[in-house]
């Protein structure tokens, strides 16, 4: 019976190209009006959590008491570290760079100084920390800021040699100002420069010592408002540090010497130091050595004290690297860094500085590393960091992102990862340990898998909006490093990061993964717990190099496994067994070619518990011509099978019985049905060369113009393979992988013909799409088709099925969709020996744009995953009867409803790079389309289940994340969250399970978002508190005689120095205030949670007993005025006694 549908007629009237007509013959039940539970109110889009390296860091700030630290980075960004799991990102809107960082002390706030001359007061007792007040200077430049302990009177330093005072409280300047020309010699004429230090004497709080660049340095009177001592040093000077008896201060100098200056000896220092300049014999001064950066001068009370210096080497250390150097007593240690050192601090047990300082741990920022050095042990070892902080080790180049993982994944690969940890670390906890971690209720397991540009991949647990790396995989050690002279000089060839990883495919259930580097190679790996040697690495060496037969008629794009090419691929020899195990002969062909671009290890591989490599599938050369990238990648732990593609067509490995079972070009793929015209070329004249990780704005080519097929049956076993084993000499890429080692804020990151879809071949009006886009002309344009995605599924593969059978869809770059049906043999031992048979069945649909992501849907609309086999270790110790069992386990579908009726029908998702279509199978109609977009183009489309259905996930060049519902198409949510920027972003970005997404917001950082409103309205519980209520700790005794004839720290009123009754009010156009978002109500809101309830009770505590104190005086002055009352009427009776009335 025959059933018309109008929707179904108009969208088959629509589409000229479908091979569905309007009137279908319908084979099981269709029904397609599914209630679908996602609605609008679901979404809502947010940031959750920033982690990774901060980029480009400037500053660096620390709070002894709240243990807690904090950068600033040179785009205005502010990131705090807690205890491990305890982060913070928060961004200044000017974007300005951050100049310096200071904490108010134990009070849940924090000093900005930023480069456009603005000063800003954070809240940190919120979860998102926000800005109180800031202060936008307009006549000066601010070039040094700082904040006493326990004071609210901020001194800033200014390019002009002036220091002004804020209130940090009300953010108001205070009319006392230290001028530059009060300051120095009466009788100097020069301008001493910037201010570059200030610190107060930490024995008298009323006497400051100012550092001008220029080697001046004056300690000045606050109470007498005059310069009482000035010191001057021919050097300019870089810092200065003060001992804590408020006696002595250390000075450091371009010139790489430190100078240590008495308090009261102006003169001359009392001593100079030169800690890495060589002493001549004769006495004279030694050689200048490099500017001292930064100088901290602590004290031990039991032992001598440390000086910390960065910096000041001496100038014939040429390639040398960054030092810090420690000097306690007679030793001097002289720690190498790996980055330029940008900031360090000493931490130390008292945050008072008229005390002994005990350090204990050294903070060293580096460019690209954090590192914390123990200063108690000898040797001083490094803490071993437990931040997230290796993202950048290597650029990363791609990223996939997994939530709802199996559960027992995380501990398996926790407990491979952590026998990879180095040795020698402090044995002492990580000293960072302020904050409390959220109380979210959000448990799912989720991992966030990297690819970088050394060929490493790395495993991150980013459960509960943590990230800890558990497993590192090094993927280059499959390779052998070592070139031969000739190749090395090879003209117009690099080998830059030859094992770049460029695509990623990972089977969680089956642990099985799948790399592609940019050499073409794909590597397999098993996951194992058991060490193993294996003595040779399995190796496939594959042809993919297509010539068109000469035809002008669309039917004559090869047989699709019905006629033979007229061009067979010439020294392919039939091979029906397994690989070889010496290199096979036909690889000296007499086209030069069948060499790979990177040579596989022949000496045997000593493989660690965790991914173990089970076969290395390679292009190799073909004519003189280097092979194509590979663009997309799927493997399938139920089949057994891992397929790639590039442009030129697809490959199908069995990784069981290490064959190719297909290997096929993009245009036979269609058969005799092939839409396209496509015209003969020359291959010679059009030629272009292999792209590695390239430059966005090289526009290299993403495949060859000249397609030759190597088959001409469609079945395994075939003479379609080739089996190596090491064979051929390792070959260099045609163009230059110009994907750079080092972190640049440029680095780009896109292959040419990305893995999810981007089509290189559609030519667009804006600078984005035409910088993508291939330099192909429009005469090529149709016959450089490239595979751009795949599906493995169980599914109806032909029109009117009504049997489920294994099947694998392709699509392409110019919006197709072709199915070929998979034809397995039966598990256990014929799976081992019978072939893998694999039909093409044409085409299933054509979209507008390249193909992007494709998914099922059962009858209900919920997503079908596609089949899989369950782990199973692969390195069992048992005898050979138990071995086969193991392997015998049967592969299982995860449908939700337990047994796809075969009575009824499915949903197929395509999303292209403009629009998506559900079709109905097994009727190939399609039931619902949607026009994403017109004029931009979609960069990552994912199909994903949320909590109450499914739904179609799209992140847009033009900055939109969209979802719409399935199957039914309707837009659910559209935020312009992102404009597209950086390259970067486009290539990492991803949607996972259950309203996640991630990508790479900088070199070193990942940002992860949410698009859920129930993760939404839970982030504010499950972000972990900065601020935590801690008691400050005693002030230091002043001991007996200190304080009987003084001596020890002198205390100074600055409210009544400072304030507008002494000092008046400060000039009106020096700086505008500007009160932030939070103002006074986000200090008396702090923090949500038990914690800022015992804050908020504290205060409340605090303020009620004062309230009684008031109260306890007040009753205590009416009582003495009660007393005097009655007092003087009594005298008043006595003197009136004896008068009478009229006698007073």
Not at 58 to 67: C, E, G, I, T
Not at 1095 to 1118: F, H, P, S, V
Request: charged share 20%; glycine share 8%; aromatic share 8%.
């Amino acid at each position: 019976m025959k059933k018309f549908n109008i929707r179904k007629v108009l969208d088959g009237l629509k589409e000229a190209s479908s091979s569905s007509t309007p009137s279908v013959q319908v084979g099981p039940q269709e029904n397609h009006l599914i209630q679908e539970s996602l609605q609008s109110e679901h979404f809502q889009l947010c940031k959750t959590v920033r982690h990774g390296f901060p980029y480009q860091p400037s500053s660096m700030a620390f709070d002894p008491v709240q243990k807690i630290l904090a950068f600033g980075t040179q785009s205005g960004a502010l990131r705090f570290f807690g205890r491990p799991g305890v982060e913070c990102y928060c961004q200044h809107e000017s974007g300005a760079a951050v100049i310096q960082l200071q904490f108010l002390i134990n009070e849940g706030a924090l000093v900005s100084a930023l480069a456009d001359d603005s000063v800003h007061l954070w809240n940190l007792r919120q979860k998102r920390p926000a800005i109180l007040h800031s202060l936008k200077f307009s006549k000066e430049r601010i070039t040094y800021v700082h904040l006493p302990f326990q004071s609210k009177w901020l001194y800033i330093g200014t390019e002009r040699g002036n220091i002004h005072i804020v209130n940090v409280e009300s953010f108001t300047l205070s009319g006392y100002v230290i001028m530059w020309n009060k300051a120095i010699e009466l009788s100097s004429k020069a301008h001493p420069g910037p201010v570059v230090h200030i610190t107060d004497n930490p024995m008298d709080e009323g006497k400051l010592i100012i550092g001008f660049e220029s080697g001046i340095v004056v300690m000045w009177d606050l109470k007498s408002k005059k310069a009482e001592y000035r010191y001057t040093y021919d050097e300019a000077i870089h810092s200065v540090a003060w001992h804590h008896e408020g006696k002595q201060f250390i000075c450091s100098h371009s010139d790489g010497t430190l100078t240590i200056w008495n308090v009261r000896g102006q003169g001359k220092p009392i001593q100079t130091i030169t800690p890495h300049g060589k002493q001549p014999k004769d006495g004279k001064k030694p050689e200048p050595c490099k500017p001292i950066l930064k100088v901290e001068y602590k004290t031990t009370r039991n032992g001598e004290p440390f000086i910390i210096l960065s910096g000041g080497l001496s100038y014939d250390t040429v390639g040398r690297r960054p030092c810090l150097t420690v000097m306690h007593g007679k030793s001097t240690a002289v720690l190498e860094m790996d980055y330029p050192i940008v900031d360090f601090l000493t931490l130390c047990e008292t945050p008072y500085p008229n005390d002994f300082q005990e350090p204990y741990a050294v903070v060293v920022l580096l460019e690209k590393d954090l590192v914390v050095i123990d200063l108690a042990q000898n040797g001083y070892p490094i803490f071993e960091n437990p931040y997230p902080l290796t993202i950048h080790e290597s650029p990363v180049t791609c990223c996939e992102y997994f939530a709802d993982c199996p559960a027992d994944l995380i501990p398996a690969l926790y407990s491979v990862g952590s026998r990879q940890k180095r040795q020698g670390y402090s044995k002492k906890e990580w000293p960072i340990s302020g904050g409390n971690w959220g109380q979210g209720t959000q448990s799912y397991p989720e991992i966030i898998i990297t690819g970088h540009a050394d060929g490493t991949v790395k495993f991150w647990d980013a459960s509960a909006i943590m990230l800890q790396v558990l497993y590192k995989l090094k993927t280059a050690k499959v390779f052998d490093r070592n070139r031969s002279k000739e190749d090395k000089g090879s003209a117009d060839m690099s080998d830059e990061d030859p094992f770049a990883i460029q695509i990623m495919a990972w089977c969680p259930e089956s642990r099985m993964l799948c790399v592609a580097g940019v050499s073409a190679n794909v590597i397999i790996y098993r996951f194992s717990k058991l060490e193993v040697t294996t003595e040779v690495v399995q190796l496939l060496e594959v042809r993919m190099q297509y010539e068109l037969n000469d035809m002008e008629s669309p039917d004559g794009g090869g047989g699709g496994g019905e006629q033979t090419p007229a061009l067979p691929t010439p020294g392919a020899s039939p091979q029906t067994s397994g690989p070889p195990s010496h290199p096979s002969t036909s690889s000296n062909n007499s086209d030069g070619g069948n060499m790979p671009c990177l040579k596989v290890r022949s000496t045997p591989l000593k493989q660690s518990a965790g991914y173990q490599v089970d076969l290395v599938v390679q292009l190799v050369w073909v004519s003189g011509e280097p092979p194509q990238q590979i663009t997309s990648l799927a493997l399938n732990s139920s089949y057994g099978l891992v397929v790639f593609g590039n442009s030129n067509g697809l490959a199908v490995v069995d990784y069981i019985q290490k064959t190719v079972v297909l290997n096929l070009g993009t245009v036979e793929l269609y058969g005799a049905n092939d839409p396209y015209q496509r015209q003969p070329r020359s291959p010679r004249k059009t030629r272009q060369p292999s792209g590695g990780l390239c430059d966005i704005n090289e526009g290299s080519a993403t495949s060859e113009d000249r397609c030759k097929s190597p088959t001409s049956v469609l079945t395994s076993n075939s003479n379609l393979q080739q089996f190596y084993n090491g064979g051929g000499r390792g070959a260099k890429m045609s163009r230059k992988l110009s994907l750079p080692t080092e972190l640049k804020p440029d680095l780009v990151l896109l292959s040419v013909c990305p893995p999810r879809g981007a089509n290189p071949l559609d030519h667009r009006d804006n600078s984005f799409s035409r910088s993508r886009s291939s330099s192909v002309t429009s005469i090529d344009k149709e016959a450089r088709e490239a595979i751009s995605s795949f599906h493995f599924c169980e599914t109806f593969v032909r029109k009117g099925d009504s049997a489920l059978t294994p099947c694998l869809n392709v699509g392409t770059t110019l919006g197709t969709v072709l199915a070929l049906a998979l034809t397995l043999p039966p598990a256990g031992e014929q799976r081992q020996l019978q072939p893998v048979i694999i039909s093409p069945t044409g085409m299933l649909v054509r979209l507008k744009g390249s193909i992007m992501r494709m998914a099922i849907l059962d009858s209900t609309g919920s997503v079908l995953p596609p089949p899989y086999e369950p782990w199973f270790e692969p390195n069992v110790t048992v005898d050979g009867e138990e071995r086969e069992k193991v392997r015998k386990r049967r592969p299982v579908s995860v449908s939700p409803s337990t047994s796809q009726d075969l009575n009824e029908s499915q949903y197929a998702v395509v999303c292209s790079e403009k629009q998506a279509k559900v079709i109905s199978l097994p009727s190939q109609t399609c039931i619902h389309k949607q026009s994403i977009t017109e004029t931009s183009f979609i960069l990552r489309a994912d199909v994903v289940q949320m909590n109450l259905g499914a739904c179609l996930a799209c992140f847009c060049a033009n900055g939109h994340i969209m979802t719409l519902s399935l199957p039914g198409l309707r837009p659910l949510m559209d935020v312009n969250y992102l404009p597209l920027t950086d390259m970067r972003i486009a290539r990492t970005f991803c949607f996972t399970n259950l309203g996640q997404a991630m990508y790479l917001c900088s070199p070193t950082e990942v940002q992860r978002i949410t698009y859920s409103q129930d993760t939404c309205e839970n982030l504010q519980e499950m972000l972990g508190e900065l601020f935590t209520p801690v008691e400050t700790p005693e002030a230091p005794n002043r001991g007996f005689f200190k304080g009987l004839f003084g001596g020890g720290a002198q205390s100074l009123d600055r409210e009544e120095l400072f304030g507008e009754i002494s000092s008046g009010k400060a000039s009106r156009g020096l700086a505008q205030h500007i009160p932030g978002p939070g103002g006074l109500e986000g200090m008396k809101g702090a923090a949500s949670g038990v914690v800022g309830d015992l804050a908020r009770a504290r205060i409340a505590l605090d303020e009620r007993g004062q309230k009684l104190g008031e109260l306890d005086e007040r009753t205590a002055a009416m009582m003495a005025s009660a007393d005097s009352f009655s007092k003087h009427a009594h005298d008043m009776m006595l003197k009136c006694k004896d008068k009478k009335w009229y006698q007073i």
